[in-house]
């Protein structure tokens, strides 16, 4: 079993900056990769950003590219995501996610094991 507990998340004008932070516990972190889902209201869940077990690559959804940065601590158990030039579409509730199975950065729910219980963006005009 692994725990995620994501925190971080907020209000924030648009054209700002957030930092959410997701923080790991149970089996060895650096045997998963991470990856950051988000659900905004009346839509499907969706891929946001991922990162290797390493951390030496990542995945990123085209709309988030050059704006959204994923990093990961394996002796601390983080991974992290930098959100900047934040837009209103970004709003969403923003979760992290683990997976073991396979080598590559899913980019599907059903690809993850673990989640975190969400944490809120919210991005006003």
């Known amino acids: 079993q692994v725990q995620l507990v994501e925190s971080g998340g907020g209000l924030v004008q648009a054209g700002g900056s957030l930092r959410l932070s997701c923080a790991a516990s149970g089996r060895t972190f650096g045997n998963y990769a991470m990856a950051w889902f988000r659900q905004a209201p009346g839509k499907e869940r969706e891929f946001v950003v991922g990162?290797?077990?390493?951390?030496?690559?990542?995945k990123s959804a085209d709309f988030v590219k050059g704006r959204f940065t994923i990093s990961r601590d394996n002796a601390k158990n983080t991974v992290n995501l930098q959100m900047n030039s934040l837009k209103p579409e970004d709003t969403a509730v923003y979760y992290c996610a683990a997976e073991g199975r396979q080598l590559r950065i899913g980019i599907y729910e059903y690809e993850y094991d673990y989640w975190g219980q969400g944490t809120q963006v919210t991005v006003s005009e």
């Open positions: 990162i290797s077990r390493s951390g030496g690559s990542t």
